[in-house]
């Protein structure tokens, strides 16, 4: 969905380096999320954030950090990056209103990020 | 426990015949569940979702899925495959009880419609 964008789109990185990568949504939901996917696990929650002052742990934090700099920006950093955080990351937003809980995700593209 | 399951890996049809990607789910409370499609280097997009009412739900590029919830399950249909249709295909239920603020996915189908 081109109103929701990632970036960069590839990474490569090195074994302790640290990797932030960022999203940027146009489309004014105030619900925000990371995800990663790896071949054969789908997508796994890593964070995610309802509004500015509110950020949550997924199923597989640790390693992660987010900060959530406005509405429409969620970044996801890797402190310390190792090899099995090699993988894709998706960013998606949904929105509160209107359908509220019901209401379907917008995904950006995907970052695939690799450590060395 | 909430959960989503993909029992096929892949799904093979020739074009031109009907399609079924099968799903089921394990939830508390009532389920909101959606179906995603992602083509290569892209992210997912909305394909459609069950949150009450009829059990057959339309959606975009002519699919459709079936809400059982005796069986706990939501699979995917169309008719008729195209080859446009071989994606990678996810499966997704939100609980409307409990953790509803979170999407469980499933593991995802990769389906092969061949000319």
Same mark, same amino acid.
């Given at each position: 969905?081109?109103?929701?964008?990632?970036?960069?789109?590839?990474?490569?990185?090195?074994?302790?380096?640290?990797?932030?990568?960022?999203?940027?949504?146009?489309?004014?939901?105030?619900?925000?999320?990371?995800?990663?996917?790896?071949?054969?696990?789908?997508?796994?929650?890593?964070?995610?954030?309802?509004?500015?002052?509110?950020?949550?742990?997924?199923?597989?934090?640790?390693?992660?950090?987010?900060?959530?700099?406005?509405?429409?920006?969620?970044?996801?950093?890797?402190?310390?990056?190792?090899?099995?955080?090699?993988?894709?990351?998706?960013?998606?937003?949904?929105?509160?209103?209107?359908?509220?809980?019901?209401?379907?995700?917008?995904?950006?593209?995907?970052?695939?990020?690799?450590?060395? | 426990?909430?959960?989503?399951?993909?029992?096929? /890996?892949?799904?093979?049809?020739?074009?031109?015949?009907?399609?079924?990607?099968?799903?089921?789910?394990?939830?508390?409370? =009532?389920?909101?569940?959606?179906?995603?499609?992602?083509?290569?280097?892209?992210?997912?997009?909305?394909?459609?979702?069950?949150?009450?009412? /009829?059990? #057959?739900?339309?959606?975009?590029?002519?699919?459709?899925?079936?809400?059982?919830?005796?069986?706990?399950?939501?699979?995917?249909?169309?008719?008729?495959?195209?080859?446009? /249709?071989?994606?990678?295909?996810?499966?997704?239920?939100?609980?409307? #009880?409990?953790?509803?603020?979170?999407?469980?996915?499933?593991?995802?189908?990769?389906? =092969?419609?061949?000319?």
């Amino acid at each position: 969905d081109a109103d929701v964008t990632q970036t960069p789109r590839n990474r490569i990185t090195k074994t302790g380096k640290r990797i932030m990568l960022e999203c940027s949504q146009t489309k004014g939901h105030d619900r925000m999320y990371w995800y990663r996917q790896d071949p054969g696990l789908g997508l796994r929650l890593i964070y995610y954030s309802f509004d500015v002052k509110d950020i949550n742990k997924g199923e597989i934090s640790d390693g992660y950090s987010v900060s959530r700099q406005a509405q429409a920006k969620f970044s996801l950093s890797l402190e310390s990056a190792i090899p099995n955080q090699t993988a894709l990351y998706f960013c998606a937003t949904s929105d509160l209103a209107a359908g509220g809980d019901a209401n379907e995700q917008f995904f950006g593209p995907g970052t695939r990020l690799t450590v060395l | 426990a909430q959960s989503v399951a993909q029992p096929e /890996d892949q799904v093979n049809v020739a074009e031109g015949n009907p399609l079924t990607v099968k799903c089921t789910y394990s939830v508390s409370g =009532n389920p909101y569940l959606f179906w995603y499609v992602q083509y290569p280097n892209r992210g997912l997009q909305f394909l459609l979702k069950y949150i009450t009412g /009829d059990n #057959l739900v339309k959606g975009s590029y002519g699919f459709e899925a079936e809400f059982n919830k005796s069986q706990t399950s939501f699979h995917l249909k169309k008719p008729s495959a195209l080859v446009s /249709d071989s994606a990678l295909y996810f499966c997704a239920v939100r609980d409307s #009880l409990y953790n509803f603020n979170k999407f469980y996915f499933g593991s995802g189908t990769k389906l =092969n419609v061949k000319p």
